[in-house]
């Protein structure tokens, strides 16, 4: 089993910064991607980012180039930096890890953290 902990959300403002990390423990040696989701209520979870253990990214148009992945393979953590928030950003973020590839296979979930974004 893997454990996913997420801390860093918050109320910002428009505009604003935010970053997500993501802390993984367990039996974690078999894993490759981990990535990060949104979801707001009425609607499905949403992808966002993904990093492999190799340092391959990937991103959804609706974040490329506002958020940015990172992978501290050491530390077993993976961040998100999220720029220039809008309102629409507004959701709870779910970190994610998998045995293959994000976002086709997630094999474990995170508690999730709720970002919140004022306009």
């Known amino acids: 089993q893997v454990q996913l902990v997420e801390s860093g959300g918050g109320l910002v403002q428009a505009g604003g910064s935010l970053r997500l990390s993501c802390a993984a423990s367990g039996s974690i040696f078999s894993i490759d991607a981990m990535g990060w989701y949104r979801q707001v209520p009425g609607k499905q979870r949403e992808f966002l980012a993904a990093?492999?253990?190799?340092?391959?990214?990937s991103y959804a148009d609706s974040v490329k180039g506002r958020f940015t992945i990172s992978r501290n393979n050491a530390k077993n953590t993976v961040y998100l930096q999220m720029n220039s928030l809008k309102p629409e950003d507004t959701g709870v973020y779910y970190c994610a890890a998998s045995y293959s590839v994000i976002p086709n296979f997630v094999h474990y979930w995170g508690q999730g953290t709720q970002v919140t974004v004022s306009s």
């Open positions: 990093v492999t253990s190799g340092g391959t990214t």
